[in-house]
């Protein structure tokens, strides 16, 4: 069965840090393209950021530019999210997902993908 499972998720202060993980299960990552969402209480999902299933090409979207940074380790089936200056809109549940041989861009805008993990919560609050 394809599983997505985030863990890294947890409370930090204005300015911290977190380094989110995705553990992928039944399936590789190899020919898959990476992304990272969130979901804020009371809003929609909005794709965060996403890494490219070919040339690992990535995006971010504007808001986290410079403070966030994904990336892959295609052998331990594992994609990381990288997340640094830390703000209280940061807040959010985030979840990872794959998609089968897509570009960053396009994974990080659609809202229907491949597989999804659970989401870990994140929590950024003095």
């Known amino acids: 069965q394809v599983q997505l499972v985030e863990s890294g998720g947890g409370l930090v202060q204005p300015g911290g840090s977190l380094r989110l993980s995705c553990a992928a299960s039944g399936f590789t990552l190899d020919y898959y393209g990476i992304g990272w969402f969130r979901q804020a209480p009371g809003k929609e999902r909005e794709g965060v950021s996403c890494i490219s299933s070919t040339d690992g090409s990535t995006y971010y979207r504007d808001s986290v530019k410079g403070r966030f940074t994904i990336s892959r380790d295609n052998a331990k089936n594992t994609v990381y999210l990288q997340m640094n200056s830390l703000k209280p809109e940061d807040t959010a549940v985030y979840y990872c997902?794959?998609?089968?041989?897509?570009?960053?861009?396009?994974?990080?805008?659609?809202?229907?993908?491949?597989?999804w993990g659970q989401g870990t919560l994140v929590t950024v609050s003095s």
């Open positions: 997902a794959a998609n089968f041989l897509i570009s960053a861009q396009a994974m990080c805008r659609r809202t229907a993908l491949d597989a």
